[in-house]
């Protein structure tokens, strides 16, 4: 159940991080559950250095957490991608 779990969490967290950068027509549920899951990490790892906490349980606190390190995630995504059109 667990892992269950945590990619509904990511599915939800990337979309609406998708959504708060301007991906969200560019992006499916797998990219959604994917950058959601890693910006659960991103996010967890940059709350765990500002000292704000960690992603050790399924609450509102840990969401916001995802949802901050996915949109991270996402804006060095389209900084990448936006270099790379203009050549």
Same mark, same amino acid.
């Given at each position: 159940?667990? #892992?269950l ?6 599915a /939800?967290a =990337? *979309? +609406? &991080? %998708?959504? @708060? ?11 959604? #559950?994917?950058?959601?899951l890693?910006?659960?990490? /991103?996010? =967890? *790892? +940059? &709350? %765990?250095l @500002? ?13 916001l957490i ?9 804006? +060095?995504?389209?900084l ?8």
């Open positions: 159940m667990g #892992i779990l945590w990619i509904i969490f990511g /939800i =990337g *979309w +609406i &991080a %998708s959504m @708060l950068t301007g991906n969200n027509a560019r992006m499916g549920l797998i990219a959604n #559950i994917v950058v959601g890693l910006g659960a990490f /991103i996010g =967890g *790892w +940059i &709350a %765990s @500002l000292g704000i906490g960690t992603l050790m349980v399924f609450d509102f606190r840990s969401f995802a949802i901050g390190g996915s949109v991270v995630l996402l804006t +060095i995504i389209n990448f991608s936006r270099g790379s059109r203009r050549n």
